[in-house]
């Protein structure tokens, strides 16, 4: 490279989802990452970004488990998050959850201003505007809810997906609206989110895509749930898979090994 | 309205299983959202007003002693009467006062959100009055014995055909047999059947959208115009308002108005802006002899300086449970009292105590759509959350969630614990799942396997992997 720059130093929030669930995720986004000519380190001392505690109304513990973060990721350039919803949580609600402990405010305030959702951040910060990657196929691309309104993503990773040889993008309707995940609330309300997860899939069925995409795990997880146990053959994955272009080295979230 | 707020769960349950209802809930709530998007499209500066609106709304609710005393000098000085009410007794006691000592047989009211909260209609018939419903939802769900189960559209839960057997029922002096197939003609026999109410009424009831401190007026906004012949022609007018709804000046006002009708019916004004401005003046060629403004709190000035305060802003647009998913899912009655989806979710457990309405708040996957477009950005999920927190505090919250949540935090709290806790959980479930891609069923995920497939975890986590290539590398 001319560039004179040191690579940026980027810290790798996994997230929970992507950390059990869906390790590949995780390796998709260290290779994006590389690929853009960042330097990507996993602090082994993070856990969860604290968002169940925070949403369940126990401020405490989301208080602690932001502490936990805030000190892992302390000297990165840059922490990108696989993960709107957990970005979000990091970006703009430590600020709040902090707020009366000035020594952590700070600290909070530093963070937030380093950290980015994934593909935002290749598009925005980084500046990609296309990717090496070939997946033969006809995707949909679902905005998943605390990405969109939080993050303001949007565009980004229809951009970068328009970058990807054979690959054609149906537009979701309705892509805005939420799918029913919401964290603990689709086991505390199962048959309300059961009633909006089937308003999506119906949704996500018309536009005969053959595969469907978002940036966030929670909600991949709950819409292949869903679209597996109805028989429907359309495979499910995380954005960041397909722009890594790793689709052959694990099966579709919910599908077969 | 007794409140069946707690059974949430149960009401949800019902409304879903609900065939009639699903299909109504379908059709009827896009046409709001597309209306909402292309008025706001169409004026440059809406999000701009927005911002002020909001501002306007903090410097009233900073200022709120001192616009409320104004607004009623100027009342009184117009010869109107401001009744201050503490509690919804209170303000029902005022209202029936004001009947007796009328002699009045007949009321007749417009849409008012408050009068649903206070439980007037109920109140007026028990002590022998005959209140009339003008609005024509409202009118509809009156003569059903429902409640609204929307803030601007009262009975969108029901069908024009639920709608043309309710009149058959309830009209019984026009023919069994005539046709009442569209809602033109569903609309002129409740105008006929109306008009004569109207003239046979001595008191009539509305709410306000609005009160102007600058000249102790009130504003109310109808799209029927039931609105103004129920104000003008009994003797006697009262409005009905909550103490928010006040805002300095006509100046101010023209700015809620803009707001109002665009986020909740796409409209740039509502067909009918009414001020009122105190009773009939000599030379006045009609209006009523008596106004008096029931000015309520209800437990509104107790969210003052509380991270509640923002929820005072709400100029009640409806927009909000317009694009609410879950609202969209069980409709408004779910909701079990008077305000539904999101602002219901905020207001109920204020107004009713998080013991009665403690799930309005957990039932929203904070998907943030309602405080997107509220027009007054009310942080709407953020107060849910402070709800939630509320429940945390005082142990409301289940026994199993409180147990898991805990054993998660004190793992969460210690990464080396939290990383080996994981490393093993993922093994089992892979065990359990391995080859299958996914579970039909979970111990302890019933929730979530009730209805869908859980995919099963890759295999080992990423931590473990990353940790297994660092060391080869
Ligand atoms: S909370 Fe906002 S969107 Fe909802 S009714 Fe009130 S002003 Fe309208």
Same mark, same amino acid.
């Given at each position: ?26 390796? $998709? ?58 970005? #979000? ?7 709040? +959850? ?48 605390? #990405? ?110 | ?89 209170? $303000?029902?006691?005022?209202?029936? #006062? ?119 007026? =009130? ?10 012949? =129920? ?212 111990? +302890?995920?019933? #929730? ?12 080992? =986590? ?12």
């Amino acid at each position: 490279m001319s560039d004179q720059r040191p690579a940026p130093r980027v810290g790798l929030f996994v997230t929970c989802l992507v950390d059990v669930f869906r390790p590949t995720v995780g390796f $998709a986004a260290v290779k994006l990452l590389e690929d853009a000519g960042c330097t990507v380190e996993v602090p082994s001392a993070q856990t969860c970004c604290g968002q169940p505690a925070f949403n369940s109304g126990d401020r405490k513990t989301a208080a602690d488990l932001a502490r936990n973060t805030i000190a892992a990721f302390e000297g990165f350039d840059y922490v990108v998050v696989p993960s709107g919803s957990c970005g #979000g949580q990091i970006k703009h609600h430590y600020k709040e +959850l902090l707020a009366d402990d000035p020594a952590w405010a700070a600290r909070a305030h530093h963070l937030s201003a380093r950290t980015y959702e994934l593909v935002s951040f290749l598009a925005d910060v980084l500046g990609v505007t296309n990717v090496e990657a070939r997946y033969d196929g006809t995707v949909t691309y679902h905005d998943s809810c605390s #990405g969109l309104r939080e993050l303001g993503i949007k565009e980004q990773p229809r951009r970068l997906l328009n970058s990807v040889d054979g690959l054609t993008i149906n537009e979701l309707p309705g892509a805005e609206v939420c799918c029913g995940f919401g964290g603990t609330f689709c086991v505390k309300y199962p048959d309300i989110s059961n009633h909006m997860v089937e308003a999506k899939i119906a949704d996500i069925t018309k536009t005969g895509a053959d595969t469907l995409l978002a940036g966030d795990m929670g909600c991949l997880l709950n819409m292949a749930g869903k679209l597996k146990r109805e028989g429907s053959p359309i495979r499910v994955r995380h954005v960041a898979e397909v722009l890594a272009g790793v689709t052959d080295e694990a099966p579709p979230i919910g599908d077969k090994t | 309205m007794h409140p069946t707020t707690h059974a949430f769960p149960e009401n949800a349950r019902k409304a879903l299983s609900d065939e009639r209802l699903q299909k109504v809930l379908s059709t009827a709530g896009t046409g709001f959202v597309e209306k909402r998007r292309k008025a706001a499209e169409r004026l440059p500066e809406f999000e701009a007003l927005r911002d002020q609106g909001r501002d306007l709304k903090n410097h009233v609710l900073a200022n709120l002693d001192t616009y409320l005393e104004a607004f009623e000098a100027k009342v009184t000085e117009q010869g109107g009467h401001v009744h201050w009410c503490r509690t919804d007794q209170e $303000a029902r006691d005022a209202i029936l #006062g004001i009947c007796r000592k009328a002699n009045a047989r007949t009321v007749t009211k417009g849409k008012s959100m408050i009068a649903e909260e206070i439980g007037i209609n109920d109140y007026l018939e028990a002590n022998g009055l005959i209140p009339i419903e003008t609005d024509l939802g409202e009118y509809i769900i009156q003569l059903r014995h429902e409640p609204p189960s929307h803030i601007i559209a009262p009975a969108i839960h029901l069908s024009k055909e639920d709608v043309a057997e309710t009149f058959r029922d309830a009209h019984t002096e026009l023919p069994r047999d005539r046709l009442l197939d569209e809602p033109k003609v569903l609309i002129a026999e409740a105008r006929q059947v109306l008009r004569r109410k109207f003239q046979e009424a001595e008191v009539g009831i509305t709410g306000a959208n609005l009160m102007i401190a600058e000249t102790g007026s =009130t504003i109310i906004v109808t799209n029927e115009g039931n609105g103004d012949l =129920t104000q003008i022609l009994p003797r006697i007018h009262v409005v009905i308002a909550t103490i928010d709804k006040v805002v300095p000046t006509l100046e101010d006002a023209t700015l809620v108005l803009r707001l109002l009708a665009r986020s909740a019916t796409g409209q740039e004004a509502s067909a009918y802006t009414t001020v009122s401005t105190g009773p009939k003046r000599p030379g006045d060629v009609d209006g009523p002899e008596e106004f008096h403004v029931v000015l309520l709190d209800n437990g509104r000035s107790a969210l003052l300086g509380t991270e509640f305060q923002d929820v005072l802003r709400c100029i009640r647009c409806g927009a909000c449970m317009n694009h609410c998913p879950v609202y969209g899912s069980v409709g408004g009655h779910a909701y079990g009292w008077v305000y539904p989806g999101p602002i219901g979710s905020v207001m109920q457990p204020a107004l009713l105590g998080v013991k009665e309405a403690g799930h309005l708040p957990n039932a929203s996957t904070f998907c943030g759509r309602c405080e997107a477009v509220c027009p007054m950005r009310i942080p709407l999920p953020k107060m849910m959350r402070h709800w939630r927190e509320k429940e945390f505090e005082q142990g409301l919250q289940p026994a199993t969630m409180r147990r898991g949540l805990g054993v998660w935090g004190w793992f969460a709290r210690r990464p080396a614990l939290y990383h080996a806790a994981t490393r093993m959980a993922v093994k089992a479930l892979g065990a359990l799942g391995r080859g299958k891609g996914r579970f039909a069923r979970l111990p +302890l995920a019933e #929730g979530w396997t009730r209805h869908r497939d859980m995919p099963a975890p890759e295999g080992k =986590t990423f931590q473990q992997q990353w940790a297994e290539r660092k060391g080869k590398r």
